[in-house]
């Protein structure tokens, strides 16, 4: 029912930023973590960075760490993705997700935003 809208994806140059959002649909929505996944062509799709609200507790995936910054809002249904010092490696359909209190994984996901980072 509920859905996740992103935004801010584009093309970019290297070395440059983004600043990616994602926002649920519903105002009364509240997560227990959220995360952005990313997909590259021809490869898997992996985890970038997730918050979990509770304690703050923040992961971020080794290939970004040092350049992108996950945060949110404190309503829990708002999650940004700074991503500073783009490479052509970070070329990919990021998706935004959340996990609800009562579940174990990611169970809300976004229709993803293309970010390009071109040389």
């Known amino acids: 029912q509920v859905q996740l809208v992103e935004s801010g994806g584009g093309l970019v140059q290297v070395g440059g930023s983004l600043r990616l959002s994602c926002t649920a649909s519903?105002?009364?929505?509240?997560?227990?973590?959220m995360g952005w996944f990313r997909q590259a062509p021809g490869k898997e799709r992996e985890l970038v960075a997730s918050?979990?609200?509770?304690?703050?507790?923040?992961y971020y995936a080794d290939s970004v760490k040092g350049r992108f910054t996950i945060s949110g809002a404190t309503a829990k249904n708002t999650v940004y993705l700074q991503m500073d010092g783009l490479k052509p490696e970070d070329t990919a359909v990021y998706y935004c997700?959340?996990?609800?209190?009562?579940?174990?994984?990611?169970?809300?996901w976004g229709m993803g935003s293309q970010v390009t980072v071109s040389s």
């Open positions: 997700a959340a996990a609800a209190y009562g579940s174990v994984s990611y169970d809300t």
């Open positions: 519903s105002r009364t929505f509240s997560s227990r973590k």
């Open positions: 918050i979990t609200w509770s304690g703050g507790r923040i």
